[in-house]
């Protein structure tokens, strides 16, 4: 009876507070929303340590990318939905053919150091990842050595592609080097020139310092850009200061050395949703939990039949794996397209858990059960001819992958399926195991970061199931045409309704077992105003809004706020 009284008292409060404010509001003027005002720093807690301040070199560093988010810019930016937008770059044209892709720089941005942004900026950076010395990734360079970049005038300049590419713009969002001030630097002098620890950019924080604590950089001071191209920022200082760890991090938070934490671990959650004083914003990560089956075995054949792909799917409660193994940081799989985005089918739905369906599926597909065998039985495991439903399945050592594998044996077990886990060093999974198809049944995930457009091409088309990335084998003439198409035709209208017609073949044909997407957490204080944080190509894309972000506000003054009166003729 208390409860039900309290929730009575509560519910009457509430009522009365509501019908407060209704007299307030109809019987007084009409207040304004606050209004942002330029003012006020902000510290946010970064777990690891800072290499070098270059756009083109911090591919392997999520410490570099968060704060190059913040100084540089690049000719596009990706919306939350993966679209292409205007950043550096005015407009762009691109051919029919989509092999010439030609950019109008705006006129108006400017360097730091308050050096107008031309043509020849955009031609020595997108050079150095053309040089044979360039020390980045490898298939990065080996793409750029397709591209010709011409000059067409200070503001204009194009890339020549020799052959069709639609997903070309993915790769124009890195963030300009300033050609005035490296001319004639190569790639891999570019490693360790002084330009790194002096940044100059073209984004809305300028590099102010850095924090040093005992002979070492303990941190990065930022100010606002007073002649940023799309307005200055309202705060006047970021700061961002690295830790050893997580648990490091979140002290730092206690002691208010930082108003923000740059990333909450499964296992920090707990205590952060405790904490009354921080805003915690979640967001879907670009990557995918996922276990190839090896359609190709020569002993395990069975993968090639649809029936088992599909009963292997849907014997599996995702969502309480989710819940269970990933502790609810995660989203229940429905495509290999991410979903929120402008490829994304929206009519698409994850297959449900329905452990009888998919009992009677392999039942249909002549595989039997022994006779009187018992649920959780040794002897309980299905059988076709002198074949058994039995398989290895090989995932990452550590967590949460151990906790994802034994849920998946014990799921598959309840149908008939004996599954034994082969623990692999993470390392190795791929040298070992997907690229020479050296396994039968593999738990990883896919790995999307930093490509706002799908292009399920390399995972998915035929002629990646030998030598490519398409580690399972998986061949289907329908899918490799759409995906054929949807990757040299510009219109985006066309290629979503290629890339709809692909999940939904996806979903019906169970190539491999999609299971979840892993989620992002992130944790910062209250005062912070105007954070929106959408789904995430790169965890530095919480950075998105940041121009935005605000401490200080104003309200306004009656006469600014009053409705203009209209004389009567």
């Not at 149908?415 to 993470?426: N, Y």
């Amino acid at each position: 009876m208390r409860r039900i009284r309290w929730q009575f008292l509560i519910l009457l409060g509430g009522l009365a507070l509501v019908v407060a404010l209704l007299i307030g509001r109809s019987s007084g003027p009409d207040v304004a929303a606050p209004e942002p005002v330029t003012g006020g720093s902000y510290a946010e807690a970064l777990v690891g340590s800072l290499v070098r301040l270059n756009p083109v070199l911090d591919s392997l560093n999520s410490v570099d990318r968060d704060v190059d988010r913040l100084i540089y810019s690049g000719l596009v930016r990706f919306d939350d939905r993966g679209l292409p937008r205007p950043d550096l770059a005015e407009s762009w044209a691109i051919s029919a053919d989509a092999t010439l892709y030609t950019f109008t720089l705006r006129e108006d941005a400017r360097w730091h150091d308050g050096e107008p942004v031309t043509s020849d900026d955009v031609i020595y950076t997108f050079s150095k990842l053309q040089d044979s010395d360039y020390p980045g990734p490898p298939d990065l360079n080996a793409f750029w050595q397709d591209v010709n970049i011409i000059r067409l005038d200070d503001y204009t300049v194009q890339f020549q592609l020799a052959e069709p590419f639609a997903p070309f713009l993915d790769y124009l969002a890195v963030g300009l080097l300033p050609d005035h001030l490296l001319r004639g630097v190569s790639a891999s002098d570019l490693i360790d020139h002084p330009f790194n620890l002096e940044p100059i950019g073209t984004g809305p924080f300028r590099f102010d310092d850095f924090i040093v604590e005992d002979d070492s950089i303990v941190g990065v001071s930022l100010v606002a850009f007073e002649d940023y191209f799309q307005g200055r920022p309202f705060l006047d200082r970021f700061e961002f200061r690295f830790y050893p760890s997580e648990v490091a991090a979140w002290e730092a938070y206690g002691q208010g050395e930082v108003q923000g934490l740059g990333s909450i671990s499964q296992q920090l959650l707990p205590e952060v949703l405790a904490s009354p004083d921080l805003n915690l914003h979640t967001a879907r990560l670009p990557r995918v939990g996922i276990v190839f089956l090896n359609i190709k075995h020569p002993e395990k054949t069975f993968f090639s039949d649809k029936k088992v792909r599909q009963a292997l799917l849907m014997a599996v409660n995702r969502q309480w794996l989710v819940d269970r193994a990933l502790n609810g940081q995660g989203l229940v799989a429905s495509g290999p397209v991410l979903p929120g985005t402008w490829a994304y089918a929206d009519d698409l739905k994850p297959v449900p858990f329905d452990r009888q369906r998919a009992a009677d599926l392999l039942q249909s597909a002549e595989w039997e059960l022994p006779l009187g065998a018992a649920p959780g039985g040794a002897e309980y495991v299905r059988s076709k001819g002198e074949e058994t439903l039995t398989f290895e399945l090989a995932y990452p050592r550590g967590e949460p992958y151990e906790s994802i594998a034994r849920l998946l044996v014990e799921s598959w077990a309840a149908i008939g399926a004996r599954v034994e886990l082969v623990p692999v060093d993470p390392q190795a999974l791929l040298e070992d195991y997907l690229e020479p198809r050296a396994f039968q049944a593999v738990l990883t995930e896919i790995d999307l970061t930093r490509s706002p457009d799908p292009d399920p091409y390399p995972f998915w088309h035929d002629s990646q199931a030998e030598t490519g990335q398409n580690y399972g084998g998986f061949t289907d003439r329908n899918i490799s045409i759409w995906l054929e198409r949807a990757r040299t035709i510009p219109d985006l209208q066309r290629r979503a309704e290629l890339y709809r017609n692909f999940q939904h073949r996806f979903q019906d044909q169970v190539p491999a077992l999609l299971l979840y997407y892993p989620v992002y957490n992130y944790a910062i204080d209250p005062q912070i105003q105007g954070v929106v944080m959408g789904p995430l190509f790169d965890r530095s894309d919480r950075f998105a809004t940041v121009s935005g972000w605000y401490l200080r506000a104003r309200r306004p003054s009656a006469a600014e706020t009053a409705l203009p009166t209209t004389a009567t003729p």
